[in-house]
């Protein structure tokens, strides 16, 4: 039997549905087509919101400074959909080493502004700037001594007007085709909290270390927390060898400890070079004798090593950059301390 393709296929369906009274467009293209819309409107929002920037945002990083200089916190307040965009917002501050909370504008009129604290900084996202939750929260705000940031698309809005800083989010359209639905307003209230937030872990100084004393689980905390002693093979898992002893002798060590080098040493217990698989073949393929010989004769010299405490993704660059498998580890008086095996990093989830 002749197989059709699925163009002939949907050919004869939209033939049979024409038929009967029925308009069948064919799919492909209008999907992506509207994602691709959506998307330009959204970042002609964004570059709209960029060049609307001014010394308000200025003000607005040296509020919150001054909040956390008097051991206050930020309070991010919205509702709805503007809520969700607040939990993220706080989140990437708390993430950042700025104490922040969201708190949600009903509730904080039934009780829950009790979170909130003299000296506080409340920063308020309404596009509207109209918003019953948060217009009635203002009172409460300002006897409580709270600093108010805006971020909202409406200047002359009951927020902006009862606010210390207003940060202009007015974006020229939605991305929704009814210009109705919250969609490039708050794509760009996320944009500039970001913003807000990045600006400020660089003014205050906050470090890699920093970061990753907020983050010590997962896949961040393994890159950033773990050093070089905490993921090296020390012991029996690491074999050494004075340079006088015989190739043969330092394959044993390598096979017991199920390593693919050696360290080699002087008599002063320094770092003199590394021995590994690659150097045994290549020397074995040129004399097949070579296990009589002193492994200081064939060993590499001037290898590359990292300090015991270096940051484990300092191994990481090295292995990159060298194209190595094996990393000597050495301490301040360049003494051999431990082996770091590439497949060790990846094991570990540090690459």
């Known amino acids: 039997m002749r197989h059709w393709g699925n163009t002939m296929l949907f050919t004869l369906f939209r033939r049979s549905c024409a038929a009967a009274g029925f308009s069948v467009k064919k799919p492909g293209m ?82 829950d502004l009790g979170i909130v604290g003299e000296g506080d900084c409340a920063l308020m996202i309404s596009y509207s700037g109209e918003t019953d939750e948060l217009v009635n929260m203002l009172p409460a705000m300002k006897r409580l001594g709270v600093t108010l940031i805006a971020i909202t698309g409406q200047r002359r809005s009951t927020l902006a007007r009862h606010s210390d800083v207003t940060l202009n989010a007015r974006v020229p359209q939605e991305a929704c085709p009814f210009n109705l639905a919250p969609t490039s307003s708050t794509t760009v209230a996320l944009a500039v909290g970001d913003a807000l937030a990045m600006a400020v872990l660089k003014a205050r100084g906050f470090s890699r270390d920093d970061f990753a004393r907020l983050h010590p689980s997962g896949s961040i905390g393994r890159s950033l927390l ?11 898992a690491f074999p050494r060898c004075d340079q006088r002893e015989k190739v043969q002798v330092a394959l044993k060590k390598m096979t017991k400890a199920k390593a693919g080098s050696v360290a080699v040493t002087n008599s002063s217990g320094k770092l003199a070079g590394i021995f590994t698989h690659g150097d045994f073949v290549r020397h074995y393929q040129k004399n097949p004798m070579v296990g009589e010989q002193r492994i200081g004769g064939v060993m590499t010299k001037n290898p590359v090593t ?16 060298r194209r190595i498998d094996d990393l000597l580890v050495v301490n301040a008086r360049n003494e051999p301390v431990g082996l770091i095996d590439s497949q060790d990093l990846a094991k570990m989830k540090i690459v």
């Open 226 to 236: 773990l050093k070089v002693e905490d993921v090296m093979r020390t012991g029996p």
């Open 30 to 111: 209008k999907h992506l087509n509207e994602a691709r819309r959506v998307l330009d409107v959204e970042i002609r929002a964004l570059k709209s919101v960029k060049r609307q920037l001014d010394r308000s945002f200025n003000q607005a990083v040296e509020l919150i400074l001054a909040t956390l200089k008097n051991r206050g916190k930020i309070v991010v307040a919205g509702m709805g959909k503007s809520g969700n965009i607040c939990q993220k917002i706080s989140a990437t501050f708390a993430s950042t080493g700025t104490p922040s909370v969201r708190i949600h504008p009903a509730d904080a009129l039934h009780g």
């Open 306 to 321: 990292v300090r015991a405490g270096a940051l484990a993704m300092e191994s990481v660059k090295i292995f990159q950059d």
